[in-house]
């Protein structure tokens, strides 16, 4: 029935305020007030629509999301977005582009690692989109050992430029998102090569393609690397190969922050430390964090709001059947995933001051917290991406069969989501890096240093202080557990942060209480699937582990009743969502019956290729049967 709402009577279930819970999710209320307008403004603008994007062949899909990015990008000017809005837009929009890679990590490679000189060129040009860049690091052989890569830069002298070239089949640069087809620029990582001497890996700005025609330059070869996972989902993305065949730059074109090469051709490094080459990628693990708790609530909602309209057995005297919400099975595997998409918005938001607060240590030379700020958005990133992926996926699951057509909206969603798991650093690389890092503060504290920050409890575990321990030897051999004991230090990361915004002042009626509950389900859940670990380690004993099972199905008690309101709260419209099975008002099964229709495949009756290829069989099996 239209206009009618079907989870009306779970909506009065809520036991808090739902407007005052919206606030903490969007973390203000001018941010909520901002996220309200600007969904709007999508949600209403018919050019904004992408209920096709999964039936559209590649060529159409591609060319209708240049135009949506053009076409956001002039309401962006037209209107005069501040960059906050602008940001929103690109976020309600929910079409992965090019743009993604030109204001993501093309603009911010040449804010971390460019000079004042080169900022000031070349920053107004991408600003006004005069320029469109990407960022080239990844090649067909080398993503994650970066410091293996083979495009070389070797500097001539003579001519005062870098000789930009790709000597093998494997350093051919293959990935960078908007190099397919569009950028005309790239920060390209290479070698730097001075007089034979190789320095490593830096960044170079390098036009690909004619700022006239859109040809590519003389020495360049590009193009797309071709369909990715999914329909819709990443293919709006022109992810692409790129091949240098001695390209020639000017020498102001290295990004020098970092180091320099002099007109004499001397390499001389800043006083800054030389990973700060890896500055763009810190920043963006950082806005992927903050991203997941987006996909994760979003998967979560569809799943919550279904559940409770699905029904299925559990009938008495005629009655209608049991919500399949009220099933403690999907209540175990729906609700730790709801209360990870409330602990990983806090977490991200925490993520986001850590990672203002080691920029501006940085402006006044203090990178004492740096490696600190490497472990927390390498291991975040990982933590948070990897429960995401495999939670939209659960939530799939947990929509039965419908939930695999693609206008449940989550199949795409997985699509779209599950390279966050690989790019960016993949997350057992990334996890490696956090173990290294616990190792070495393991080793330090046995020096008698007194570990700080997300680290501090190391120190107060006394079996470490005895510990003596060297970073290499037997990491390798070790390496599994100690990327399970890496999850664990992000996940103790994710809970404290939690906690500490329980701490803050929460106004609204029955706001915290909600949050307390959910997290107690995000810890409790963590140590029931990790009981075994919990036990052997003496430290629960069984009997504190049963205790801490009945705590948890208490808590899922307490959240069932506000379950639709706590999805509510991250005020999703239908058109972000883009899921029948997740609709606000709950009305599906007329929806999903009458978007079957509207599949092409509906159009005829009689379906092409019948006469072709079925009549035939049909005609065979008469002759059959005759005989
Ligand atoms: C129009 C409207 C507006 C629109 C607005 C849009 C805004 C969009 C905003 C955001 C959207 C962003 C979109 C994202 C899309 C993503 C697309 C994907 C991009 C990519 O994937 S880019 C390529 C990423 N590649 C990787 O991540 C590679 C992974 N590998 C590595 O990072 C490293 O090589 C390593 C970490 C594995 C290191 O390996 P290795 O041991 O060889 O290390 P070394 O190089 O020798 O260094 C050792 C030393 O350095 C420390 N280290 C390492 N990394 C860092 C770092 N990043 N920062 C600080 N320190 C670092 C390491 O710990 C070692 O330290 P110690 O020697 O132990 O002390
Ligand atoms: C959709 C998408 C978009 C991307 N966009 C960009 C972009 O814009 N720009 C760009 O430069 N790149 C981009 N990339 C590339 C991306 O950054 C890399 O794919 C990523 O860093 C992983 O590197 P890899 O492909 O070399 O994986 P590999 O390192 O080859 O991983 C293969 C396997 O080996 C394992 N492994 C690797 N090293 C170790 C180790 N030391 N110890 C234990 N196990 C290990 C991994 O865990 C994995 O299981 C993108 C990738 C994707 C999928």
Redesign the pocket.
């Known amino acids: 029935m239209e206009g009618v709402d079907h989870l009306a009577d779970e909506r009065k279930k809520a036991e808090f305020n739902v407007e005052a819970m919206k606030i903490v999710w969007a973390g203000s209320q001018h941010n909520l007030e901002v996220s309200n307008r600007i969904s709007k403004l999508v949600a209403d603008d018919p050019a904004f629509r992408k209920d096709d994007r999964t039936m559209l062949p590649r060529k159409e899909l591609f060319k209708n999301t240049l135009r949506k990015a053009a076409y956001a990008w002039k309401r962006i000017n037209e209107l005069r977005l501040s960059e906050e809005e602008a940001s929103k837009l690109r976020f309600y929009v929910d079409e992965t582009a090019y743009t993604d890679?030109h204001w993501g990590?093309f603009i911010p490679a040449i804010k971390g690692q460019g000079t004042d000189e080169q900022q000031r060129k070349w920053l107004p040009l991408a600003y006004k989109m005069q320029i469109i860049g990407?960022?080239?690091?990844?090649e067909l052989g080398?993503?994650?050992?970066v410091q293996g890569l083979e495009t070389t830069a070797t500097f001539d002298p003579h001519t005062d430029e870098f000789v930009i070239h790709s000597p093998t089949l494997t350093s051919s640069?293959w990935?960078?998102?908007?190099?397919g087809k569009v950028s005309t620029h790239a920060v390209t990582y290479a070698r730097l090569i001075i007089d034979g001497k190789d320095h490593g890996v830096h960044g170079f700005i390098v036009q690909l393609r004619s700022l006239e025609d859109h040809r590519p330059l003389p020495g360049i070869t590009v193009g797309d690397i071709g369909m990715?996972f999914g329909n819709g989902a990443?293919n709006t993305?022109d992810?692409g190969v790129l091949r240098f065949d001695h390209v020639r730059i000017p020498r102001n074109q290295m990004l020098m922050k970092v180091s320099q090469v002099t007109r004499e051709g001397k390499y001389k490094q800043s006083d800054v430390p030389r990973q700060l080459v890896y500055g763009t990628m810190v920043y963006v693990r950082q806005r992927i964090v903050a991203d997941a708790s987006c996909y994760l609530s979003r998967a979560v909602c569809i799943a919550t709001r279904y559940s409770a309209v699905r029904r299925q057995f559990g009938s008495q005297n005629g009655g209608p059947e049991t919500q399949v919400i009220d099933y403690k099975t999907q209540q175990s595997r729906l609700f730790p995933l709801l209360a990870s998409a409330y602990a990983f918005r806090f977490v991200g938001e925490w993520l986001e001051w850590l990672y203002t607060d080691v920029m501006q240590r940085l402006q006044a030379n203090d990178f004492s917290t740096l490696p600190e700020a490497h472990a927390c958005t390498a291991g975040l990133k990982s933590l948070t991406t990897s429960v995401t992926a495999d939670g939209i996926e659960e939530c799939r699951k947990l929509c039965g069969g419908h939930g695999y057509l693609c206008t449940s909206g989550l199949p795409e969603l997985f699509a779209v989501y599950v390279?966050a798991c690989?790019?960016?650093?993949?997350?057992?690389?990334l996890l490696?890096q956090v173990a290294r890092f616990l190792m070495k503060t393991v080793s330090q504290i046995g020096t008698g240093k007194q570990p700080v920050g997300t680290i501090a409890y190391m120190g107060r575990i006394e079996h470490l202080m005895q510990c003596r321990c060297n970073v290499q030897r037997g990491f390798a051999e070790l390496?599994a557990d100690l990327v399970e004991a890496a999850v664990a230090h992000c996940q103790l990361i994710v809970v404290s942060k939690f906690i500490e915004k329980l701490q803050q002042d929460i106004p609204g009626e029955g706001v915290k209480q909600q949050l307390e509950a959910l997290c107690g389900i995000y810890y409790l859940s963590l140590l029931h699937k990790h009981q075994g670990d919990f036990l052997a380690t003496s430290y629960l004993t069984p009997k504190q582990s049963a205790l801490a099972n009945d705590q948890l199905r208490a808590l899922y008690s307490k959240v069932r009743p506000n379950a639709i309101a706590l999805v509510d709260a991250f005020n999703y419209s239908d058109h972000f969502l883009s899921s029948i099975l997740g609709r606000y008002d709950g009305n599906v099964y007329p929806k999903l019956y009458e978007a079957a229709w509207k599949d092409p495949l509906n159009e005829s009756v009689v379906p092409d290729g019948y006469h072709e290829y079925v009549r035939p069989l049909l005609k065979q099996q008469l002759h059959t049967a005759r005989l």
């Not at 690989?422 to 690389?429: C, F, K």
């Open positions: 890679l990590m990407c960022y080239a690091q990844t080398h993503g994650s050992n640069k990935w960078p998102g908007g190099l990715k990443y993305m992810n390279p690989t790019y960016e650093g993949d997350n057992i690389v490696l390496s």
